[in-house]
T-cell receptor
Framework: SQELEQSPQSLIVQEGKNLTINCTSS?????LYWYKQKYGEGLIFLMM?????EEKSHEKITAKLDEKKQQSSLHITASQPSHAGIYLC????????FGTGTSLTVIP | NAGVTQTPKFQVLKTGQSMTLQCAQD?????MYWYRQDPGMGLRLIYY???????DKGEVPNGYNVSRLNKREFSLRLESAAPSQTSVYFC????????????FGPGTRLTVT
């Protein structure tokens, strides 16, 4: 079973709509990373969260780590076609591991 | 800076053949990683090298070997390829292991028939 569960697995939204992707761990997270992967390419780092309650934003993307540090959400405001891709959360406990990913399609 | 480079980009092997995937980074990073990405399984760590001269197993090391040739280069070898090793392989690096973002290469798409 995956240590990091992401939901939903895939998402199709109309351009301009807001959306949220969740990443849930069964264990306390000491560092949660969000990456984006464009189709057919490598991963690009988006942001890292370490403290419970921490929230970070980059352009129209906001990520938050909940107080208990077992769940993180990634929120995109006013989605654009450039946001399309696969979003993966990652964490580190001795070794680095990733969630299964959420595939986002934005329809113009 | 080229970042993380991988060769080849695509490869088709027959069952039982061997090959080495090459990875190099020019960011003077200490730590390097090899992952495989499969549909429905996400990204899984095969091996990593926390620093030059050290390598450690990840989640799915069976069937693979690695060599940290120097600080820049980290290669992944398949001694006897199997269809189950059909996947997209990514190399990544980070300044140190732990607490820092990783930089990824563009990937190698491997098919084993």
């Amino acid at each position: 079973s995956q240590e990091l569960e992401q939901s939903p697995q895939s998402l199709i939204v109309q351009e301009g709509k807001n959306l949220t992707i969740n990443c849930t761990s069964s264990k306390t997270l000491y560092g949660l990373y969000w990456y984006k992967q464009k189709y057919g390419e490598g991963l690009i780092f988006l942001m890292m969260l370490q403290k419970g309650g921490e929230e970070k934003s980059h352009e129209k993307i906001t990520a938050k780590l909940d107080e208990k540090k077992q769940q993180s959400s990634l929120h995109i405001t006013a989605s654009q076609p450039s946001h399309a891709g696969i979003y993966l959360c990652g964490a580190e406990r001795v070794k680095f591991y990733f969630g299964t990913g959420t595939s986002l399609t934005v329809i113009p | 800076n080229a970042g993380v480079t991988q060769t080849p980009k695509f490869q088709v092997l027959k069952t039982g053949q061997s090959m080495t995937l090459q990875c190099a980074q020019d960011m003077n990073h200490n730590s390097m990683y090899w992952y495989r990405q499969d549909p429905g399984m996400g990204l899984r760590l095969i091996y990593y090298s926390a620093s030059e001269g050290t390598t450690d197993k990840g989640e799915v090391p069976n069937g693979y070997n690695v060599s940290r040739l120097n600080k820049r280069e980290f290669s992944l070898r398949l001694e006897s390829a199997a269809p189950s090793q059909t996947s997209v392989y990514f190399c990544a690096s980070s300044e140190v292991s732990g607490g820092l973002e990783q930089y990824f290469g563009p990937g190698t798409r491997l098919t084993v028939t």
